[in-house]
T-cell receptor, first 115, second 114 residues
Framework: AAGVIQSPRHLIKEKRETATLKCYPI?????VYWYQQGPGQDPQFLIS???????DKGSIPDRFSAQQFSDYHSELNMSSLELGDSALYFC??????????????FGPGTRLTVL | AQSVTQPDIHITVSEGASLELRCNYS??????LFWYVQSPGQGLQLLLK??????LVQGIKGFEAEFKRSQSSFNLRKPSVHWSDAAEYFC????????????FGTGTQLKVEL
């Protein structure tokens, strides 16, 4: 079965650079979520999209922005990177608007390292 | 404040032994409840979930969890642990009527001794 695809899997950037992470949801899933997992921490919700509109927002820094495109893939754009942005970034997708009872299926994550 | 608590940061069990991982939540209404497993460097895989109905839910890989409303708990169990179960386990909730984002507990790292 098709899964959530994230690219790149690993990314190394310098401080103050920009990064773009991509997420391709499971086919026919219309809702995408982004989570950030710092070293030794639990995943923290950043932002979500339903039908290309932002549906919820969590602790996402102003330096970050995201969007969902017409093919339902999503991109997380991160600017002015800081050392503290080093983390594993997960994308998850769910069907049917992502009602609370719908399962979120996670991708393998993108490991971002900021030097 | 709403939260998800996993009291045990690390647990070590012998292969073949039984396992119970604890999870408590503090919400006004019963949230949707999930258990996810994360192997090193990997994504999060759903083990099981509870929304309503039978309070004992079965999941993949031989895991089960029991919802106890009186204790605000959703503990994960497995009768006989395999070495391949070594991983980090996260309890997570979606607050009913409050958006669809998952709020995770701090995780329990499971080590299996052969």
């Amino acid at each position: 079965a098709a899964g959530v695809i994230q690219s790149p899997r690993h990314l190394i950037k310098e401080k103050r650079e920009t990064a773009t992470l991509k997420c391709y949801p499971i086919p026919r899933h219309d809702t995408v979520y982004w989570y950030q997992q710092g070293p030794g921490q639990d995943p923290q919700f950043l932002i979500s999209f339903y039908e290309k509109m932002q549906s919820d927002k969590g602790s996402i820094p102003d330096r970050f922005s995201a969007q969902q495109f017409s093919d339902y893939h999503s991109e997380l754009n991160m600017s002015s990177l800081e050392l503290g942005d080093s983390a594993l970034y997960f994308c998850a997708s769910s069907p049917r608007g992502g009602g609370g009872s719908d399962t979120q299926y996670f991708g393998p994550g993108t490991r971002l390292t900021v030097l | 404040a709403q939260s998800v608590t996993q009291p045990d940061i690390h647990i070590t069990v012998s292969e073949g032994a039984s396992l119970e991982l604890r999870c408590n939540y503090s919400y006004g209404a019963t949230p949707y409840l999930f258990w996810y497993v994360q192997s090193p460097g990997q994504g999060l895989q759903l083990l099981l979930k509870y929304f309503s109905g039978d309070t004992l839910v079965q999941g993949i890989k031989g895991f089960e969890a029991e919802f106890k409303r009186s204790q605000s708990s959703f503990n994960l169990r497995k009768p006989s642990v395999h070495w391949s179960d070594a991983a980090e386990y996260f309890c997570a909730v979606v607050r009913t009527g409050g958006g669809n984002k998952l709020t995770f507990g701090t995780g329990t790292q499971l080590k299996v001794e052969l």
